[in-house]
Structures are given as C-alpha cells and as structure tokens.
C-alpha cells in the first residue's frame, strides 16, 4: 500500500495538462460565439473541460491511499502489434479481416478459449465495418479486392 494514490495522480495529472495544451492551443484560432462557433470554440471548451476532469480526478488522490502500480507489459506489446497491424493490413485486407486479425492479436495475453475469441473478434469486426463504412461513410474496402 502506498501513502498516496499514485496511478490516480498521475492518470489526473495527464489529463489536466492534455486538457491544459489543447486550451491554451485552442486560443490561437477564432473563438466565435456558442451560437457561431469558431474553429476555436471547441478545442478550448473540450479542453477546460478536460482540465477541470483531471484535476477531480487529481486532488482526491492526493488523500488516499493507493495500490503499487502494476503494468502488463504483455498486453501493451499486444495493443500496440494490433494498432500497427491495422494501419498495414487495412488498405490490403479490408475493415473485416483486419478487425479479425487486430482482435486475435490483441486478446493473445488474455486466457480464453479460441472459440470465444473467435465470436469476439468476428463480432468486433463487423461492428467496426458498420461504423467505418455504414456510420462514418468512409471509402474503405470492406473485403480485399481480388
């Protein structure tokens, strides 16, 4: 047990100065109004907003107590094989495949059966293809053309 929260100070910490930077980077563009917004309005106002978030996230934690930090080096590997994965898989194999191939690479430091990984991933990846291609109308390739 440490004296302080050490995971919330530093989680609180980050988003506050995140929040803080897209504040103070946000004032270089044209505020504009709540009725006219400027390409400003939003990243200041998100990022106060965000400020204000971290720092209640923050002061708490500077009064209680809190477990050692642990950190699963195993599955941040993964995380970030996955993310690589799709930005290189995406143009070849289509949203479906890719999202299927992320998923097994990313569940891997995780013990479950293949077959739940398998729903999962296929679940996950037409999720993802309605979102990229029926939500967001993006001109992406849902299969590998062939």
Request: with cysteine; charged share 10%; aromatic share 10%.
């Amino acid at each position: 047990m440490l004296k302080r929260d050490l995971r919330d100070i530093l989680a609180g910490s980050f988003v506050s100065m995140v929040g803080l930077f897209f504040a103070i980077a946000g004032t270089n563009y044209t505020f504009g109004t709540a009725a006219r917004m400027g390409p400003g309005y939003m990243p200041v106002v998100l990022g106060w907003v965000l400020c204000i978030l971290g720092l209640l996230i923050l002061v708490p934690a500077l009064f209680r107590q809190g477990e050692k930090i642990e950190v699963h080096w195993d599955s941040l590997a993964a995380s970030t094989a996955a993310l690589i994965t799709f930005a290189f898989t995406l143009d070849v194999l289509g949203v479906f495949l890719s999202s299927v191939i992320v998923v097994l690479i990313a569940s891997l430091p995780k013990r479950m059966h293949f077959g739940v990984r398998g729903v999962l991933a296929i679940s996950i990846a037409v999720i993802t293809s309605l979102i990229f291609i029926a939500g967001l109308d993006m001109t992406v390739s849902l299969f590998p053309a062939l």
